[in-house]
């Protein structure tokens, strides 16, 4: 009875609020361009890949030849899309039957219109999904705004049960919404409405006994304010009712419920929660701060959105500035808990950090260096937390890149200096050290800019040490690379990389590989693309003790690929040619 009384109250607030703005941005397609869009243009792609694989150790990993061949069209009626597409791949052969797909946004003066798959700027409590449908939009250019929509917001899948490899089933969603708001981008007020609920009869009997039809009711107000230059006031929140089961029992005999049984039904298995944020921002004398604090109650949930985190709640600080015009500085902390209802065994709370300095010295030096840090603890829930296994854990890291860019008459040389250490700690006093991994990495890359040559040489090594219980891993990469274009429009490009590998486990095991690989590309006439890229890599176990000391393992792989792509046919508009 007390969830009931409180999804009642719910309802009376989510529908006496009546003042809101909306700000979105829509790129739209005129009307009167429609009339100006050629009756019939058909066009098109065809092309294969021919790949060829051999690799000693068998052919686990890839099928040694595989051929792939496609015809993409496109029939298009004054700006209206209908796709086909032909696939076949070794002996697969499979056909798309073309239909018809609506993206439609025609304006006139302050209005736009939605035809087919669309979408519109919602609250993120709210809606992010797009729809399939129809929608209207209104902005003033001025101060009033506002937007509506009816449509699917997902598809049924009804795949067979007996299919060892069956998708998750799902109902087909409906949905509508509207939006309508006052004020402009420094004050302003939205408000958001959305109606979504699953259809049953969208989905199989026998998946009907596993997943349950939902509905749904959200309610969102956002607003913005700025009462001096140098301070800006955000609010974003949002009320949803979910009725987690649409075959539960209704709530009868009751006023307040009835009310509003056009819209929504309130059931037994209905959920009233809550969540939004609020931040205020400070820009004064060159420094820009902003805090912000979000909450998200259990189980808050909206049918219109694709996926949402809940049952936590955050706080949060961002400082940042510049020094000189050179020197950019930024600092970020936040902490988040969940278990707001205290009904889980355990509290858990994480906390982030970080340090950002980037410097621009000259015109040819950078210097950035950054911290970043998170730390995660467990408290008490509805149980004492057990010291033992007790969560406390520290991940730290910092990074220092310096770079170096100049060039000259008929040189451009770039370099760039790398270096990370990174620690992961287990803080339980009881703990024994088995998952704790600390890391730190150097690396070196130089690119050279010929251009009395048309060539590009690039040149990169990398070491990385791991030291985890009782493990060090260890990690060394050499590769050296160059391209060049051909032709009077660089038609014809092709590059070679040479690389090197070696990996080794302290006192288990040592490995290393050496790759090469050769790509060429040629267009022709802008319609013909053709490419081969050829890879061959020789591995092996290179331990001294073991029988076998030698790169004894080969993997080839060859691909041959040709892209044509065409305009069959050209029905212009009177008085242009046909083609």
Known sequence: MIRVKRIQSALVILFTIHCSLFTSSAVAQDISQIAKSDPLVITGAVGTQNTYYYSSVGDGYSSPLSNMLFVNMNISVYGFSMPFSLYYSNDNLSFNYPHLSFNLNPRYKNWTGYVGRGSMAFSQYVMDMSFNGLGVEYDDGKRWRFGAFYGQLRKAINDDPTDPSARHPQYKRMGWGFKVGYGNHANY????????????????????????????????????????KWLNLTANAAMSLLSTDTRADKVEDNPTADRWSTVFDTRYSSLARFAGDVSATVSLNGVSGSLFYRMIQPDYASLGTYYMSNNYHALGLNVSTSLFNTVSLAATFSGQADNLTNRQLYTTRGYVYSLMAASRIGQNYNLTASYNGYTQTQGDGTAKVNDTIKVDRVMQSFSLTPSASFATDNYSHTLSLSGSITSNKDRNKFATGESDVNSWALGVGYGLGVKSWEMDFTANLSHQVSDGYQTTYISDVASIGASRSFLKDNELS???????????????????????????????????????????????????VNRRSSLDQTDVNISLNYIYTFSLLELKKKGTEKK
């Open 189 to 228: 007020l939205d408000l958001y409405f959305l109606r979504a609920y699953d259809r049953m009869n969208s989905l199989d009997e026998y998946w009907q006994k596993y997943v349950s039809p939902q509905e749904n009711i959200v309610v969102g107000l956002k607003g913005n304010a700025q009462p001096v």
């Open 494 to 544: 092709v590059g070679a990389t040479l690389s090197l590998c070696y990996n080794e486990i302290k006192n288990t095991s040592k490995n290393m590989s050496i790759g090469g690989d050769v790509s060429v590309g040629y267009t022709l006439n802008n319609v013909h693309a053709f490419s081969l890229a050829a890879a061959v890599n020789k591995y092996g176990d290179v331990n001294i």
